[in-house]
Protein backbone atom coordinates (compact mmCIF):
# COMPACT_ATOMS: atom_id res chain seq x y z
CA UNK A 1 0.00 0.00 0.00
CA UNK A 2 1.36 3.12 -0.83
CA UNK A 3 2.35 5.74 2.72
CA UNK A 4 4.05 8.96 3.25
CA UNK A 5 6.35 9.38 6.20
CA UNK A 6 7.53 12.50 7.58
CA UNK A 7 9.73 11.74 9.88
CA UNK A 8 10.24 15.19 11.89
CA UNK A 9 6.62 15.83 13.49
CA UNK A 10 8.15 19.45 14.65
CA UNK A 11 10.84 21.85 13.84
CA UNK A 12 12.46 24.47 14.98
CA UNK A 13 14.30 27.03 13.12
CA UNK A 14 15.93 30.92 13.74
CA UNK A 15 14.63 33.16 11.14
CA UNK A 16 17.19 33.25 8.34
CA UNK A 17 17.98 29.66 8.50
CA UNK A 18 17.88 27.37 5.55
CA UNK A 19 15.26 24.69 6.14
CA UNK A 20 14.93 21.26 5.09
CA UNK A 21 11.89 19.06 5.67
CA UNK A 22 11.80 15.68 4.88
CA UNK A 23 9.17 13.39 3.17
CA UNK A 24 9.88 9.72 2.30
CA UNK A 25 7.24 7.88 -0.02
CA UNK A 26 6.43 4.09 -0.67
CA UNK A 27 4.60 3.66 -3.86
CA UNK A 28 5.52 1.22 -6.98
CA UNK A 29 5.91 3.33 -9.85
CA UNK A 30 6.66 6.87 -9.77
CA UNK A 31 3.96 8.88 -8.13
CA UNK A 32 2.42 12.76 -8.22
CA UNK A 33 4.00 14.14 -5.13
CA UNK A 34 3.22 17.38 -3.52
CA UNK A 35 4.02 19.84 -0.73
CA UNK A 36 1.25 21.91 1.01
CA UNK A 37 1.28 24.18 3.53
CA UNK A 38 -1.39 24.95 6.04
CA UNK A 39 -1.02 27.98 7.91
CA UNK A 40 -3.67 28.96 11.24
CA UNK A 41 -6.93 29.86 10.27
CA UNK A 42 -6.20 29.41 6.49
CA UNK A 43 -6.79 26.14 3.99
CA UNK A 44 -4.41 24.48 2.88
CA UNK A 45 -2.22 25.83 -0.04
CA UNK A 46 -0.03 24.51 -3.05
CA UNK A 47 3.27 24.94 -2.45
CA UNK A 48 4.69 22.08 -5.12
CA UNK A 49 4.03 19.70 -7.11
CA UNK A 50 6.27 16.73 -8.94
CA UNK A 51 4.61 15.14 -11.74
CA UNK A 52 7.66 14.39 -14.37
CA UNK A 53 11.09 15.59 -15.66
CA UNK A 54 13.34 17.46 -13.88
CA UNK A 55 13.45 16.44 -10.17
CA UNK A 56 14.31 19.64 -8.95
CA UNK A 57 10.68 21.62 -8.80
CA UNK A 58 10.31 25.28 -7.74
CA UNK A 59 7.17 26.76 -5.98
CA UNK A 60 5.75 29.68 -4.49
CA UNK A 61 7.08 31.48 -1.79
CA UNK A 62 10.50 30.39 -2.09
CA UNK A 63 10.64 27.32 -1.61
CA UNK A 64 12.06 23.95 -3.72
CA UNK A 65 11.71 20.36 -3.34
CA UNK A 66 13.86 17.55 -5.17
CA UNK A 67 12.32 14.20 -6.22
CA UNK A 68 14.90 11.69 -5.53
CA UNK A 69 13.83 8.28 -6.80
CA UNK A 70 16.69 6.11 -5.23
CA UNK A 71 16.06 7.38 -2.47
CA UNK A 72 12.11 7.54 -2.47
CA UNK A 73 12.02 10.96 -0.78
CA UNK A 74 10.67 14.76 -1.33
CA UNK A 75 12.11 16.54 0.60
CA UNK A 76 11.13 20.43 0.82
CA UNK A 77 13.74 23.04 1.13
CA UNK A 78 14.00 26.59 1.48
CA UNK A 79 17.87 28.62 1.90
CA UNK A 80 16.02 31.23 4.14
CA UNK A 81 13.25 30.85 6.35
CA UNK A 82 10.91 33.77 7.30
CA UNK A 83 8.61 34.54 9.99
CA UNK A 84 5.58 33.93 8.19
CA UNK A 85 6.67 30.69 7.32
CA UNK A 86 5.55 29.11 10.66
CA UNK A 87 3.43 27.10 10.03
CA UNK A 88 2.36 22.96 9.39
CA UNK A 89 3.76 21.31 5.98
CA UNK A 90 2.45 18.24 4.20
CA UNK A 91 3.44 15.87 1.93
CA UNK A 92 1.10 13.74 -0.18
CA UNK A 93 1.48 11.66 -3.13
CA UNK A 94 -1.17 10.54 -5.65
CA UNK A 95 -1.21 6.79 -7.21
CA UNK A 96 -0.76 8.18 -10.66
CA UNK A 97 -2.44 10.77 -13.22
CA UNK A 98 -6.57 10.44 -12.36
CA UNK A 99 -5.82 9.90 -9.12
CA UNK A 100 -5.32 13.01 -7.55
CA UNK A 101 -8.25 13.12 -5.74
CA UNK A 102 -7.00 10.21 -3.43
CA UNK A 103 -3.88 12.18 -2.14
CA UNK A 104 -2.20 9.72 0.53
CA UNK A 105 -0.74 12.37 3.39
CA UNK A 106 1.94 12.60 5.79
CA UNK A 107 1.49 13.15 9.43
CA UNK A 108 2.96 16.89 8.78
CA UNK A 109 5.70 18.56 10.43
CA UNK A 110 5.10 21.66 12.40
CA UNK A 111 7.79 24.03 11.32
CA UNK A 112 8.34 27.30 14.36
CA UNK A 113 10.69 30.29 13.75
CA UNK A 114 12.76 31.70 16.26
CA UNK A 115 12.85 35.61 16.03
CA UNK B 1 -14.91 35.78 -2.34
CA UNK B 2 -12.93 33.66 -5.00
CA UNK B 3 -11.83 30.86 -2.57
CA UNK B 4 -13.68 27.62 -1.07
CA UNK B 5 -16.04 28.60 1.45
CA UNK B 6 -17.24 25.92 4.18
CA UNK B 7 -19.98 26.44 6.38
CA UNK B 8 -19.98 26.27 9.52
CA UNK B 9 -16.66 26.84 10.50
CA UNK B 10 -17.16 25.36 13.97
CA UNK B 11 -20.16 23.25 14.94
CA UNK B 12 -20.71 21.30 18.81
CA UNK B 13 -23.34 18.91 18.72
CA UNK B 14 -24.58 15.83 21.17
CA UNK B 15 -23.26 12.08 20.46
CA UNK B 16 -26.45 10.58 18.35
CA UNK B 17 -27.50 13.83 16.70
CA UNK B 18 -27.63 14.98 12.69
CA UNK B 19 -25.13 17.12 11.08
CA UNK B 20 -24.54 18.64 7.76
CA UNK B 21 -21.68 20.61 6.66
CA UNK B 22 -21.61 22.76 3.52
CA UNK B 23 -19.23 23.60 0.62
CA UNK B 24 -19.17 26.23 -2.09
CA UNK B 25 -16.38 25.64 -4.03
CA UNK B 26 -14.29 28.04 -6.38
CA UNK B 27 -16.78 28.77 -9.32
CA UNK B 28 -16.37 26.83 -12.91
CA UNK B 29 -14.82 24.12 -10.81
CA UNK B 30 -16.27 20.32 -11.99
CA UNK B 31 -14.03 18.32 -9.11
CA UNK B 32 -14.84 18.48 -5.69
CA UNK B 33 -13.54 16.46 -2.67
CA UNK B 34 -14.19 16.00 0.73
CA UNK B 35 -11.30 14.75 3.36
CA UNK B 36 -11.05 14.66 7.30
CA UNK B 37 -8.29 15.62 9.21
CA UNK B 38 -8.49 14.41 12.73
CA UNK B 39 -6.21 15.78 15.26
CA UNK B 40 -1.96 15.65 14.52
CA UNK B 41 -3.19 13.61 11.08
CA UNK B 42 -3.01 14.47 7.31
CA UNK B 43 -6.27 14.75 5.84
CA UNK B 44 -8.10 11.37 4.75
CA UNK B 45 -9.72 11.14 1.76
CA UNK B 46 -13.58 10.91 1.78
CA UNK B 47 -15.49 11.32 -1.55
CA UNK B 48 -14.73 12.63 -5.02
CA UNK B 49 -17.50 14.46 -7.37
CA UNK B 50 -17.44 15.52 -10.60
CA UNK B 51 -20.18 17.55 -11.53
CA UNK B 52 -22.89 16.01 -9.83
CA UNK B 53 -22.30 12.82 -9.63
CA UNK B 54 -20.32 10.86 -6.80
CA UNK B 55 -17.29 9.10 -8.45
CA UNK B 56 -15.50 7.96 -5.57
CA UNK B 57 -16.86 7.42 -2.34
CA UNK B 58 -14.19 4.57 -0.91
CA UNK B 59 -13.32 7.14 1.69
CA UNK B 60 -16.90 7.30 3.60
CA UNK B 61 -15.92 5.44 6.67
CA UNK B 62 -19.61 4.05 7.01
CA UNK B 63 -23.42 4.58 5.70
CA UNK B 64 -24.26 7.25 8.42
CA UNK B 65 -21.66 9.22 6.21
CA UNK B 66 -23.44 10.58 2.73
CA UNK B 67 -22.93 13.73 0.44
CA UNK B 68 -24.83 15.38 -2.55
CA UNK B 69 -23.81 17.91 -4.90
CA UNK B 70 -27.46 18.09 -6.87
CA UNK B 71 -26.74 20.77 -8.99
CA UNK B 72 -23.12 20.95 -9.64
CA UNK B 73 -21.82 23.25 -7.40
CA UNK B 74 -22.78 23.28 -3.52
CA UNK B 75 -22.01 20.25 -1.93
CA UNK B 76 -23.29 19.01 1.67
CA UNK B 77 -21.48 16.70 3.55
CA UNK B 78 -24.84 14.79 6.18
CA UNK B 79 -23.52 12.84 9.18
CA UNK B 80 -26.10 10.79 10.84
CA UNK B 81 -26.03 9.16 14.54
CA UNK B 82 -22.93 11.02 15.34
CA UNK B 83 -20.29 9.58 17.13
CA UNK B 84 -17.52 11.36 19.52
CA UNK B 85 -15.17 9.64 17.00
CA UNK B 86 -16.90 11.71 14.49
CA UNK B 87 -14.94 14.84 15.77
CA UNK B 88 -12.51 16.37 13.22
CA UNK B 89 -11.98 19.24 10.77
CA UNK B 90 -13.73 18.56 7.72
CA UNK B 91 -12.17 19.98 4.60
CA UNK B 92 -13.40 21.07 1.42
CA UNK B 93 -11.54 21.31 -1.93
CA UNK B 94 -12.10 21.82 -5.35
CA UNK B 95 -10.45 21.62 -8.56
CA UNK B 96 -10.83 22.23 -12.26
CA UNK B 97 -10.31 18.07 -12.89
CA UNK B 98 -9.46 15.44 -11.29
CA UNK B 99 -6.41 14.38 -12.78
CA UNK B 100 -3.40 16.85 -12.03
CA UNK B 101 -5.00 20.25 -11.43
CA UNK B 102 -4.31 21.17 -8.13
CA UNK B 103 -6.86 21.07 -4.70
CA UNK B 104 -7.58 24.60 -3.63
CA UNK B 105 -9.37 23.88 -0.04
CA UNK B 106 -11.28 25.34 2.35
CA UNK B 107 -10.98 26.41 5.57
CA UNK B 108 -12.95 23.12 6.98
CA UNK B 109 -15.57 22.67 9.34
CA UNK B 110 -13.98 21.35 12.96
CA UNK B 111 -17.10 19.17 13.72
CA UNK B 112 -16.94 18.27 17.68
CA UNK B 113 -19.31 15.55 19.09
CA UNK B 114 -19.81 15.37 22.65
Known amino acids: AQSVTQPDIHITVSEGASLELRCNYS??????LFWYVQSPGQGLQLLLK????DTLVQGIKGFEAEFKRSQSSFNLRKPSVHWSDAAEYFC?????????????WGLGTSLAVNP | GAGVSQTPSNKVTEKGKYVELRCDPI?????LYWYRQSLGQGPEFLIY????????DSGLPNDRFFAVRPEGSVSTLKIQRTERGDSAVYLC????????????FGEGSRLTVL
Open chain 1, 92 to 104: AVAPGAGNNRKLI
Open chain 1, 27 to 32: YGATPY
Open chain 1, 50 to 53: YFSG
Open chain 2, 27 to 31: SGHTA
Open chain 2, 49 to 56: FQGTGAAD
Open chain 2, 93 to 104: ASSLGATTGELF
